[in-house]
T-cell receptor, first 107, second 115 residues
Framework: KNEVEQSPQNLTAQEGEFITINCSYSVGISALHWLQQHPGGGIVSLFMLSSGKKKHGRLIATINIQEKHSSLHITASHPRDSAVYIC?????????FGPGTSLSVIP | ETGVTQTPRHLVMGMTNKKSLKCEQHLGHNAMYWYKQSAKKPLELMFVYSLEERVENNSVPSRFSPECPNSSHLFLHLHTLQPEDSALYLCASSQDGGHYTGELFFGEGSRLTVL
């Protein structure tokens, strides 16, 4: 049974800090998604990756297939980054969502 | 025009009511999904439609009835719901035939409260 875990569950950071959110999964997957959910509920897809590293602005996502682990990094964090970050693993026939990491960036 | 649009954004209904949630995608995708997000729980997949045909139903109670009349529209019909069905219902679409190989694009969600 594939399970997706995230750490930390909650995170508070000062504006400008470098932030790392971790995601681990238990079985082989075809891709790993990082999603951002704002307080209103809407979800935005940040990254979809199956190997290596991707960067978009201040966000960087990495994945290590052998270790079944992915990280989401936020550089120079800003209060507008405050949201819940969700990782999800996908295989051919299913998608499994992690519980989410609630991030609060304080000015 | 946003990619995936859900209406209504908020819905309050009694246990005997019948209502529907609507989702519309303007991205030309071939798969659409309904997800449920209850408080303090991960997202749960409810239904998957690929090319207007249901390809997955994750053992959802029959009081939830999906409908996909075409590749751009997806409905979730609700009847005789229970208070524990109160949750955020999210629609998503992707270009992967429902096999989770494409990027997911989500709507803003419909917040449902069952009294």
């Amino acid at each position: 049974k594939n399970e997706v875990e995230q750490s930390p569950q909650n995170l508070t950071a000062q504006e400008g800090e470098f932030i790392t959110i971790n995601c681990s999964y238990s079985v082989g997957i075809s891709a790993l998604h990082w999603l951002q959910q704002h307080p209103g509920g809407g979800i935005v897809s940040l990254f979809m990756l199956s190997s290596g590293k991707k960067k978009h602005g201040r966000l960087i996502a990495t994945i290590n297939i052998q270790e079944k682990h992915s990280s989401l990094h936020i550089t120079a964090s800003h209060p507008r980054d405050s949201a819940v970050y969700i990782c999800a693993s996908t295989s051919y026939d299913k998608v499994i969502f992690g519980p989410g990491t609630s991030l609060s960036v304080i000015p | 025009e946003t990619g995936v649009t859900q209406t209504p954004r908020h819905l309050v209904m009694g246990m005997t009511n019948k209502k529907s949630l609507k989702c519309e995608q303007h991205l030309g995708h071939n798969a659409m999904y309904w997800y449920k997000q209850s408080a303090k729980k991960p997202l749960e997949l409810m239904f998957v439609y690929s090319l207007e045909e249901r390809v997955e139903n994750n053992s959802v109670p029959s009081r939830f009835s999906p409908e996909c009349p075409n590749s751009s529209h997806l409905f979730l019909h609700l009847h005789t719901l229970q208070p524990e069905d109160s949750a955020l219902y999210l629609c998503a679409s992707s270009q992967d035939g429902g096999h989770y190989t494409g990027e997911l694009f989500f709507g803003e969600g419909s917040r449902l409260t069952v009294l």
